[in-house]
C-alpha cells in the first residue's frame, strides 16, 4: 500500500509569490490534514479535511489555505509569500474523520519550501 | 503560547542505556497524547499513545508514562539502539480537536 505522496520535494519561491502544495492520501484515508515544521516551533497544525469540508483551521493568516478534491487528495496553497513561510509543510492522512487525535496520522516526507 | 514543551532539544544516550524524553503541557483539558518519531528527510511516524484515563502504557522496548498532577508525559525506550536516533515529538489533544505538537526532542544514540 503506497504512503502518503507529496510534490514537489523543494521549492524555491521569492516574496510575494504564490505556491501551492499536493497531497495524495494513503488509498481509502478520507481525513488530510497539513502542518507547518520550522525549527524552534515544531509542527503547527494549519487545517484538516474530511470529504471535501473543512473541519478544522489553525491559527494560521487566510494567505494559508487549502482544499480537497473527490479523491481525497489534497491541495495547500501559500498566496503573497513571506520569508517567514520558509518551512517543512508536511501532509498527513488517517482513515476516518471522528476523533481526530485517536485515528493514527500517516505522514507525508513533507515538501521544503525556500523564500527568497 | 506553546501548550505542548520538549525542554530538552537534544539527548544522548549510551547503545543499550535508557532514553527518557520529557514533555510538559499546561492545558489540562488535553486528554490524549501522543508520541511520534521522525528520521530526516521522512515524515514522522506514530510510535505510541496513551489516554488520560491510564497512567502507563507499554509496547515493547517503549513505555510512555503519564503524570496528570505534574502535567507531564515521558518516553521511555530500553534498551536504546542505534535506530532509535531520531527527533520525537509528544503531541496532545483534547476530544476531537486538532493536535497539538511539541517542538521535538533530537535522541542520539552512542554506539
Known amino acids: 500500500k503506497a504512503g502518503v505522496t507529496q510534490t514537489p520535494r523543494y521549492l524555491i519561491k521569492t516574496r510575494g509569490q504564490q505556491v501551492t502544495l499536493s497531497c495524495s492520501p494513503i488509498?481509502?484515508?478520507?481525513?488530510v490534514s497539513w502542518y507547518q515544521q520550522t525549527p524552534g516551533q515544531g509542527l503547527q497544525f494549519l487545517f484538516e479535511?474530511?470529504?471535501?469540508?473543512?473541519?478544522n483551521k489553525g491559527n494560521f493568516p487566510g494567505r494559508f489555505s487549502g482544499r480537497q478534491f473527490s479523491n481525497s487528495r489534497s491541495e495547500m496553497n501559500v498566496s503573497t509569500l513571506e520569508l517567514g513561510d520558509s518551512a517543512l509543510y508536511l501532509c498527513?492522512?488517517?482513515?476516518?474523520?471522528?476523533?481526530?487525535?485517536?485515528?493514527?496520522?500517516?505522514f507525508g516526507a513533507g515538501t521544503r519550501l525556500s523564500v527568497l | 503560547d506553546q501548550q505542548v514543551k520538549q525542554n530538552s532539544p537534544s539527548l544522548s544516550v549510551q547503545e543499550g542505556r535508557i532514553s527518557i524524553l520529557n514533555c510538559d503541557y499546561t492545558n489540562s483539558m488535553f486528554d490524549y497524547f501522543l508520541w511520534y518519531k521522525k528520521y530526516p528527510a521522512e515524515g514522522p511516524t506514530f510510535l505510541i499513545s496513551?489516554?488520560?484515563?491510564?497512567d502507563k502504557n507499554e509496547d515493547g522496548r517503549f513505555t510512555v508514562f503519564l503524570n496528570k498532577s505534574a502535567k507531564h508525559l515521558s518516553l521511555h525506550i530500553v534498551p536504546s539502539q542505534p535506530g532509535d536516533s531520531a527527533v520525537y515529538f509528544c503531541a496532545a489533544a483534547v476530544g476531537n480537536e486538532k493536535l497539538t505538537f511539541g517542538t521535538g526532542t533530537r535522541l542520539t544514540i552512542i554506539p
Open positions: 496513551i489516554s488520560s484515563i491510564k
Open positions: 488509498s481509502g484515508h478520507r481525513s
Open positions: 479535511y474530511f470529504s471535501e469540508t473543512q473541519r
Open positions: 498527513a492522512s488517517s482513515l476516518m474523520a471522528s476523533g481526530l487525535a485517536k485515528n493514527i496520522q500517516y
